[in-house]
């Protein structure tokens, strides 16, 4: 490890934590000296990434959150020697794409008042190409990201299944059953999107150690699923889902798009391709934000 590499871990977290416990003062030689061969490749890793917290900290001795893009909100594991690329842009894009369109109709966008365009994204993209990222996500050993981005996958599928038109029958089935009014249907839909925001929740929980910019994604969008099922189940005076929080519900899921776009920039963008890192922030209770609140012996004299 150069000795610009030992700088650079010391100004992010301090002289203390500098790798195998190492003097200020160490020179690069001492500290290849004492380095294991575990935490030689960790250095070729720092050497490769130039940034965020491969570049860093040792992962082999520190609980890190994930680095922005990462579909990863627990422990920090090294893409270093992945047989697959990080499939969390993939599944983020898919999500965020095929939600902004559909929010844009919740809103009112142009004056559309039937989501039907929706229906081959949900089929295609945020179904079919998510439902993908999910697996990779799996193979890669990433539970948190097989989970989110297969589920969200399943949530365009069966979505798309309910508006099809002349398909499923599904919306027309329940009206028939309800002699002719729709409120049955939209009672139905509203349990559906409830069940979606009480999913959202608990994935919320895990990413509070994450980044702020992950944790945003999924706060919004567990208000959009909120205030979605809220809107169908309690309608206005004329029985129909009530336009006002369903123009909420849809603002929430412009959002959620666009956190999620933000996101999947931050793990597309790297040295091969960008000039700067895409910030997201990270909590003051995470390992790193203690780290960087944290005065090294430098900055105290």
């Not at 030689?40 to 994930?66: D, I, M, Q, S």
């Amino acid at each position: 490890m150069s000795a610009e590499h030992h700088a650079a871990l010391e100004k992010d977290v301090g002289p203390d934590n500098a790798i195998n416990g190492a003097p200020e003062n160490a020179n690069a030689s001492q500290l290849s000296s004492q380095m294991t061969h575990e935490e030689h490749e960790v250095a070729k890793a720092a050497a490769r990434f130039g940034y965020g917290p491969l570049a860093k900290v040792n992962p082999t001795e520190y609980n890190l959150p994930p680095f922005g893009g990462e579909f990863q909100p627990g422990l920090y594991k090294s893409v270093e020697k992945r047989k697959f690329a990080n499939p969390a842009p993939l599944g983020l894009c898919a999500f965020a794409l095929t939600t902004f369109v559909l929010s844009c109709i919740n809103m009112g966008a142009r004056d559309i008042t039937a989501p039907n365009i929706v229906v081959a994204l949900a089929f295609g993209y945020g179904g079919l190409v998510q439902l993908l990222a999910g697996m990779w996500e799996m193979a890669i050993g990433n539970t948190f990201g097989a989970t989110a981005l297969s589920s969200y996958g399943g949530f365009w599928i069966s979505f798309a299944i309910v508006l099809t038109p002349g398909g499923f029958n599904i919306e027309s089935a329940l009206v028939k059953a309800d002699n002719g009014s729709t409120s049955m249907f939209d009672n139905s839909f509203g349990l559906f999107l409830m069940g979606w925001f009480i999913f959202t929740t608990i994935l919320l929980f895990c990413t509070l150690r994450s980044t702020v910019a992950f944790f945003l994604l999924f706060f919004f969008l567990d208000l959009a699923f909120l205030l979605l099922g809220i809107g169908y189940i309690q309608r206005n005076s004329e029985g129909k889902p009530n336009p006002p929080v369903i123009k909420a519900g849809g603002f929430f899921g412009l959002m959620a798009a666009f956190t999620a776009w933000y996101n999947a920039l931050a793990g597309i963008a790297d040295s091969s391709n960008s000039f700067f890192v895409i910030p997201v922030a990270h909590f003051p209770w995470s390992p790193t934000g203690k780290a960087r609140r944290t005065k090294t012996e430098r900055e105290t004299v």
